[in-house]
T-cell receptor, first 115, second 110 residues
Framework: DAGVTQSPTHLIKTRGQQVTLRCSPK?????VSWYQQALGQGPQFIFQ???????QRGNFPDRFSGHQFPNYSSELNVNALLLGDSALYLC??????????????FGPGTRLTVL | GENVEQHPSTLSVQEGDSAVIKCTYS??????FPWYKQELGKRPQLIID?????GEKKDQRIAVTLNKTAKHFSLHITETQPEDSAVYFC?????????FGAGTRLAVHP
């Protein structure tokens, strides 16, 4: 079991561009959450996907969107990149049974730099 | 909005001493409180968690206490070791959302 994987590892973009980040959950997990972690800060919740739908969203603008595929993998898309979007983007997977909460396993992250 | 405050932001202790990190949350609906350890350049890893129907949980040198009335919870590390040096994050939420604190950088000096 490879655990949670993310690609790419690093990414450099310029302002105004669009980016897509990818996440494969841990085997057996059905839920993916995305977080933005600025340098020296805690992970900030972007949104969570379950059953291919966005179930919950944090305080992020509509420029941030996502998708979950039938195999539970997920993508995070960010449009019209700003310098302030530079951060480590973490995805975390979990198994949610009804309203029972289970441990979130984090991936290694994608380091996005916007120039 | 929902918020988690974490203190202190940095903590320096001597090997063998205890370390305590405290968090306060705002959302009274929160029922799950994990603690993650993040070493430099690595992913956050769960070290202990507690659910709202439990007041205290212990796992070897690590313990967490929860006071739902006061909306605060704490991480206690006893007999600290140099390998405990890392950034620790507290989280608060439920099955569909987790809010994290800003982190505590713990340094354990030999």
């Amino acid at each position: 079991d490879a655990g949670v994987t993310q690609s790419p590892t690093h990414l450099i973009k310029t302002r105004g561009q669009q980016v897509t980040l990818r996440c494969s959950p841990k085997s057996g997990h059905d839920t993916v959450s995305w977080y933005q972690q600025a340098l020296g800060q805690g992970p900030q919740f972007i949104f969570q996907y379950y059953e291919e739908e966005e179930r919950q969203r944090g305080n992020f603008p509509d420029r941030f969107s996502g998708h979950q595929f039938p195999n539970y993998s997920s993508e995070l898309n960010v449009n019209a990149l700003l310098l302030g979007d530079s951060a480590l983007y973490l995805c975390a997977s979990s198994l949610v049974s009804g309203v029972t909460y289970n441990e979130q396993f984090f991936g290694p992250g994608t380091r996005l730099t916007v120039l | 909005g929902e918020n988690v405050e974490q203190h202190p932001s940095t903590l320096s202790v001597q090997e063998g001493d205890s370390a305590v990190i405290k968090c306060t949350y705002s959302d009274s609906a929160s029922n799950y409180f994990p603690w993650y350890k993040q070493e430099l350049g690595k992913r956050p890893q769960l070290i202990i968690d507690i659910r709202s129907n439990v007041g205290e949980k212990k796992d070897q040198r690590i313990a967490v206490t929860l006071n739902k009335t006061a909306k605060h919870f704490s991480l206690h590390i006893t007999e600290t070791q140099p390998e405990d040096s890392a950034v620790y994050f507290c989280g608060s939420g439920g099955y569909n959302k987790l809010i994290f604190g800003a982190g505590t950088r713990l340094a354990v000096h030999p």
